[in-house]
Nanobody, 124 residues
Framework: QVQLAESGGGLVQPGGSLKLSCAAS????????MGWYRQSPGRQRELVAS???????NYGDFVEGRFTISRDKPKNVAYLQMNGLRPQDTGVYYC??????????????????WGQGTQVTVSS
């Protein structure tokens, strides 16, 4: 089993910055990718950013260069630096980890894990 611990959310004014952290713990042979998704009332959960083991990064269209995702592989921690925050960025941000069930050289099977979410509120 794998657990994801999220932190770094809070209240910030428009134009401000926040840095989210996600630490994965448990039995982790290897991690294929980690990412952040967000959910707002009445809206569908959407991709914010993801980073793959080979370094490939994807961002949601709304990011527009404002956010940066990074990963500390030895510590199994992912970070999301968010700058230039807007009120429409408000929502619950969930960490995701796509974890190999065994060493990749043994099996390609993977399991998705989710954090409980951290609230991000952008308001004056």
């Amino acid at each position: 089993q794998v657990q994801l611990a999220e932190s770094g959310g809070g209240l910030v004014q428009p134009g401000g910055s926040l840095k989210l952290s996600c630490a994965a713990s448990g039995v982790i042979p290897a991690i294929y990718s980690m990412g952040w998704y967000r959910q707002s009332p009445g809206r569908q959960r959407e991709l914010v950013a993801s980073i793959r083991s080979d370094g490939r990064i994807n961002y949601g269209d709304f990011v527009e260069g404002r956010f940066t995702i990074s990963r500390d592989k030895p510590k199994n921690v992912a970070y999301l630096q968010m700058n230039g925050l807007r009120p429409q960025d408000t929502g619950v941000y969930y960490c995701n980890a796509d974890v190999f069930d065994r060493e990749p050289r043994i099996s390609s099977m993977r399991t998705d894990y989710w954090g409980q979410g951290t609230q991000v509120t952008v308001s004056s």
